[in-house]
């Protein structure tokens, strides 16, 4: 698993608009509902069905660990089995990092996880009185946690303003053509510049459902893509 970057953000290069920033702004504008639109009724991802049914901020930081290239379902259903043995930083602290890598089995990279998992629910007790911090200073100096688990756990564990990138995010926007960046942190700057702030919380859900459905990452599905007119189609080779 990648080491999570804590670095602070980069301001937004004029380089990373190819046609603008005015023009970015106003084609979000017309895409966020129309995505929105056409993932109605789309299972949500695992972490988000977790943050809604516990409203728990750290079920939401502990599971965001967990699915870090890993499957929805399989999420899900770590989770799951982990939080039946302890959904506290205490219960989870007491674990052994091999109970814990045997509960979230078989999630990308577990024995990581399973060891950052424990640190976290420590430094949680040592340092915070067991709760999760509501920052993003906060949330970085957690073991395992970069800015997208620290993004996810703000707008979903507190309802703070935050724009998680994923690869779906990252992919979906650097495909329309409106930013042209390397890397989700210069995204996460790109939008934050130009998306407006209604729609930070809701922006990762739409686009991780949109991606998994219609912009996929191999043979996207223009010919039914609702947002077709306005996506320059950046990459694609082959589509359906």
């Known amino acids: 698993m990648a080491k999570p970057s804590g670095a602070p953000l980069m301001d937004a290069r004029p380089h990373w608009f190819p046609l603008g920033r005015t023009h970015a702004r106003a084609v979000l504008g017309r895409v966020v509902p129309a995505v929105r639109r056409a993932v109605r009724g789309s299972p949500n991802p695992s972490v988000t069905e977790i943050a809604l049914r516990s409203r728990c901020?750290?079920?939401v930081l502990v599971s965001t660990v967990i699915s870090a290239r890993t499957k929805d379902e399989v999420t899900g259903e770590a989770a799951r089995r982990?939080?039946?043995k302890g959904a506290t930083p205490r219960a989870l602290a007491r674990l052994s990092e091999r109970t814990i890598s045997a509960l979230?089995?078989?999630?990308g990279f577990y024995r990581t996880k399973a060891k950052a998992i424990r640190a976290l629910s420590s430094k949680l007790l040592r340092d915070y009185d067991g709760r999760v911090p509501d920052s993003m200073e906060g949330l970085l100096s957690l073991p395992g946690?970069?800015?997208?688990t620290a993004n996810l756990v703000l707008t979903l564990g507190f309802g703070l303003p935050g724009i998680c990138v994923d690869t779906h995010v990252h992919r979906v926007v650097n495909r329309l053509g409106i930013i042209r960046t390397m890397r989700p942190p210069e995204t996460e700057s790109s939008l934050r510049a130009v998306l407006r702030r209604d729609y930070w919380l809701e922006i990762n859900d739409l686009l991780v459902m949109f991606g998994k459905t219609v912009c996929t990452p191999l043979s996207p599905r223009c010919s039914e893509c609702p947002i077709r007119r306005s996506c320059r189609r950046i990459g694609v080779k082959r589509s359906r």
Do not use: D, E, H, M
């Open 57 to 59: 901020p750290f079920r």
């Open 82 to 84: 982990l939080f039946a």
């Open 104 to 107: 979230i089995y078989p999630a």
């Open 145 to 148: 946690v970069g800015r997208k």
